[in-house]
T-cell receptor, first 111, second 114 residues
Framework: LAKTTQPISMDSYEGQEVNITCSHN???????ITWYQQFPSQGPRFIIQ???TKVTNEVASLFIPADRKSSTLSLPRVSLSDTAVYYC????????????FGQGTTLQVKP | DSGVTQTPKHLITATGQRVTLRCSPR?????VYWYQQSLDQGLQFLIQ???????AKGNILERFSAQQFPDLHSELNLSSLELGDSALYFC?????????????FGNGTRLTVT
């Protein structure tokens, strides 16, 4: 199973772009990279998923270099409501495999 | 709203007791996952079912068991409860199969063992 490493915490200010990098040196060929957001006492919420290169949706962008050993979640123009824990998850989707969450990155957005 | 329903929202019980947590997955999802989240352990993967069959097992204690029923809802049974079992228990579902669909989480059951 690919182990992930993320910064434990990050601080930012409203309106700034935030980039959170996740290292996953042992990523397997059939592994996808998925990011989740979790607010206190709520279940994690899917943000974005990718396999390689760049993926963008209405919430975030995900950058994955060619070697896939790391990935970067980019949140444009964060607001106070983006204060949450962000998890990088690496694993096969579908009906096989254990999907392991790491410790996550606690993002604190300040006014 | 993720579409995943967990009941009850809160549960308070005593040590040594047994409880059952229930999860209804999103319509159309065949895979169900259970996670435990306590303050000092983060999100711990317990077990996964796909279309009624166990597919992956994580750090699930022998005192815990789960199953997925033909209507695809799932139950997590926790027995001989200890104080350390107090945690948030999340259920998640996904389409499963070869589809690379993400997990959708419910809002959890908060278990307090006194």
């Amino acid at each position: 199973l690919a182990k992930t490493t993320q910064p434990i915490s990050m601080d930012s200010y409203e309106g700034q772009e935030v980039n959170i990098t996740c290292s996953h040196n042992n990523i397997a060929t059939n592994d996808y990279i998925t990011w989740y957001q979790q607010f206190p006492s709520q279940g994690p919420r899917f943000i974005i998923q990718g396999y390689k290169t760049k993926v963008t949706n209405e919430v975030a962008s995900l950058f994955i270099p060619a070697d896939r050993k790391s990935s970067t979640l980019s949140l444009p123009r964060v607001s106070l409501s983006d204060t949450a824990v962000y998890y990088c998850l690496v694993g096969p989707m579908g009906n096989t495999g254990k999907l392991i969450f790491g410790q996550g990155t606690t993002l604190q957005v300040k006014p | 709203d993720s579409g995943v329903t967990q009941t009850p929202k809160h549960l308070i019980t005593a040590t040594g007791q047994r409880v059952t947590l229930r999860c209804s997955p999103r319509s159309g999802d065949l895979s169900v996952y259970w996670y435990q989240q306590s303050l000092d352990q983060g999100l711990q993967f317990l077990i996964q079912y796909y279309n009624g069959e166990e597919r992956a097992k994580g750090n699930i204690l022998e005192r815990f068991s789960a199953q997925q029923f033909p209507d695809l809802h799932s139950e997590l049974n926790l027995s001989s409860l200890e104080l350390g079992d107090s945690a948030l228990y999340f259920c998640a579902s996904s389409v499963g199969g070869l589809n690379n669909s993400p997990l959708h989480f419910g809002n959890g059951t908060r278990l307090t063992v006194t």
